[in-house]
Nanobody, 126 residues
C-alpha cells in the first residue's frame, strides 16, 4: 500500500511558476509508474503527465507540453511537477497517483491508477 502526499500548491499570478511535490511512503516507490492529474470544479479529472519507474520515459497532455515537466527522485521517494507559464485555466486541484507495479505503460486514464494523494490546490490569478 502506497501513501501519497502532495505539496507545493498555492496562489500564483498568470505567467508564474510552481513546483508540486508528491512524497510517497509505504511501498517500493521506485517500482511505480507515477502520474499527475488535475480536476477543476465541475470538470472531470484530467491527465497531465506520467513518468516511468526509472524516470527515463515521460508522457504529457498536449496542452501542457513545453510548460510542465514531470520528474522524480527515487532516493527521496518523490515525484515532481514543474509548472511554468501558468494560466488561469490551470486552476484546479492537482493530484499525484501511482500505477500498479505490474503496469509498465505510461497511462493517461485515471481509473488504471491504484493509489492517489489528497490533492493540492493551485490557483492562477489573471
Amino acid at each position: 500500500q502506497v501513501q501519497l502526499v502532495e505539496s507545493g500548491g498555492g496562489l500564483v499570478q498568470a505567467g508564474g511558476s510552481l513546483r508540486l511535490s508528491c512524497a510517497a511512503s509505504g511501498g517500493a516507490f521506485s517500482s511505480y509508474f507515477m502520474g499527475w492529474f488535475r480536476q477543476a470544479p465541475g470538470k472531470e479529472r484530467e491527465f497531465l503527465a506520467a513518468i516511468s519507474s526509472g524516470g527515463g520515459r515521460a508522457r504529457y497532455r498536449d496542452s501542457v507540453v513545453g510548460r510542465f515537466t514531470i520528474s522524480r527522485d527515487n532516493a527521496r521517494n518523490t515525484v515532481y511537477l514543474q509548472m511554468n507559464s501558468l494560466k488561469p485555466g490551470d486552476t484546479a486541484v492537482y493530484y499525484c497517483a501511482a500505477q500498479s507495479p505490474e503496469d509498465t505503460i505510461l497511462r493517461a486514464t485515471p481509473t488504471v491508477y491504484d493509489y492517489w494523494g489528497q490533492g493540492t490546490q493551485v490557483t492562477v490569478s489573471s
